[in-house]
């Protein structure tokens, strides 16, 4: 552990997603990477997120950036998006999860004497930074000893960063947001996570 540096545990999505965040927060913060994701179906494609997030963690940064996962339950999910299934992309279903990853991520750091949290998923030029931020913000409000790190990790080309960083990695990459419901018929989505 770096002497002296504030404690970050960084909620993360997947492999490439991770890449431009942490070299980000590394420098400043002592980073753990936090893999919490019910939504990602089916469950072969959440042991390759997660196993590619992990590898880039401990290939990238060794033992200094620890690699937790948190529990996967797709029910806890579908739970929560219940009656909005069929909303667009990018709708509501997708504000639910975020705060659902979001609000595991803030409980976790808060029980576990994190200072800050944080999210990978402003890395996508799909993904709504501005809501993504304001939930992290509400929920920093609740769980009052933790602040939540607004970011957007697309922008000074983070996510041009985050390709050229996959390839030199060799990492995985995703062709749909993670949910069933992100999946149309050609099992191609426009979103990464």
Same mark, same amino acid.
């Given at each position: ?26 420098? $400043? ?45 797709? $029910? ?61 913000? $509400? ?12 970011? $957007? ?41």
């Amino acid at each position: 552990m770096k002497n002296h540096t504030p404690r970050l545990l960084l909620h993360a999505c997947c492999g490439p997603c991770s890449t431009t965040a942490l070299e980000r927060l590394f420098p $400043d913060y002592d980073v753990s990477v936090f893999f919490y994701n019910p939504n990602i179906a089916p469950h072969d494609e959440y042991n390759l997120r997660r196993n590619e997030a992990k590898r880039f963690t401990e290939e990238a940064y060794g033992s200094k950036v620890p690699f937790l996962e948190g529990q996967y339950r797709p $029910d806890v999910f579908l739970n929560s998006v219940k009656g909005y299934e069929q909303e667009p992309e990018g709708g509501l279903r997708c504000a639910i999860c975020y705060k659902l990853r979001l609000e595991e991520t803030a409980r976790y750091a808060n029980e576990n004497g994190y200072s800050f949290f944080c999210t990978t998923l402003t890395v996508s030029p799909h993904k709504n930074a501005l809501l993504i931020n304001k939930t992290g913000e $509400d929920l920093a409000v609740r769980y009052n000893k933790l602040i939540y790190l607004p970011s $957007d990790f697309k922008k000074r080309n983070g996510f041009r960063r985050s390709v050229e960083l996959s390839q030199s990695f060799n990492i995985y990459r995703q062709n749909y947001c993670g949910c069933l419901f992100s999946l149309p018929s050609s099992s191609i989505c426009k979103g990464n996570a």
